[in-house]
């Protein structure tokens, strides 16, 4: 079966650096997305990774390896603002995206 | 641009009473339309995708159903509410399917 694994809650501190980590097992592959959710909104497309390796946008930044089926979103600088779930999806053969639950990251100040 | 719209914003609707919900694309042309339906602390779940105008592929079996009846307008139906059907119902739509989903504001369903 298609699956995404993500941690439910992180905590973190204001200023500080969390890496949140994502393990998908999917029919073929075509992308993995990470996208930002605050409470009761929609969420908001923050990257896409097709390739091995390091994107950076900003404050953020988002890994693949393709190989471990393994992908990590890194947030820099953590601001209050960044409280907000996270949620992995991985894009399947057939183009069907397959979500994660999503992981609510806490900022403590 | 592109935007997506959205609506109604929040609704509560006794059991066994319709439903319809709207969701309109603009500023693109033979989108990609889906409808999500995320229950409270849980992941998205996939309800209906669109390819085009009249195509609707179904993901779930359930109480619902949808329609595309213009190029960049998908409706989300059901003729008869039950409890489990309460949710945040989100639209989204892409270019291509390797595209980034751009999502509506969503609607938080109640029914009661």
């Known amino acids: 079966g298609q699956n995404i694994d993500q941690p439910t809650e992180m905590t973190a501190t204001e200023g500080a650096i969390v890496q949140i980590n994502c393990t998908y097992q999917t029919s073929g592959f075509n992308g993995l997305f990470w996208y930002q959710q605050h409470a009761g909104e929609a969420p908001t497309f923050l990257s896409y990774n097709v390739l091995d390796g390091l994107e950076e946008k900003g404050r953020f930044s988002s890994f693949l390896s393709r190989s471990k089926g393994y992908s990590y979103l890194l947030l820099k600088e953590l601001q209050m603002k960044d409280s907000a779930s996270y949620l992995c999806a991985a894009l399947d053969s057939n183009y069907q995206l397959i979500w994660g639950a999503g ?3 806490i900022i403590k100040p | 641009s592109q935007t997506i719209h959205q609506w109604p914003a929040t609704l509560v ?4 009473s319709p439903l319809s919900l709207e969701c309109t694309v603009e500023g693109t042309s033979n989108p990609n339309l889906y409808w999500y339906r995320q229950a409270a602390g849980r992941g998205l779940q996939l309800l209906f995708y669109s390819v085009g105008i009249g195509q ?5 079996p359930q109480n619902l159903s949808a329609s595309r009846p213009q190029d960049r307008q998908f409706i989300l ?3 008869k509410l039950l409890l489990s059907d309460s ?3 989100l639209c989204a739509w892409s270019e291509q399917e390797n595209y ?5 504001s969503g609607t938080r ?3 009661v």
């Open chain 1, 103 to 105: 992981t609510k990251l």
């Open chain 2, 13 to 16: 609707q006794p059991v066994g």
């Open chain 2, 56 to 60: 609707i592929s179904s993901e779930v």
């Open chain 2, 77 to 79: 139906s059901s003729k």
């Open chain 2, 87 to 89: 949710g945040f119902y």
């Open chain 2, 100 to 104: 980034g989903y751009t999502f509506g």
């Open chain 2, 109 to 111: 369903l109640t029914v």
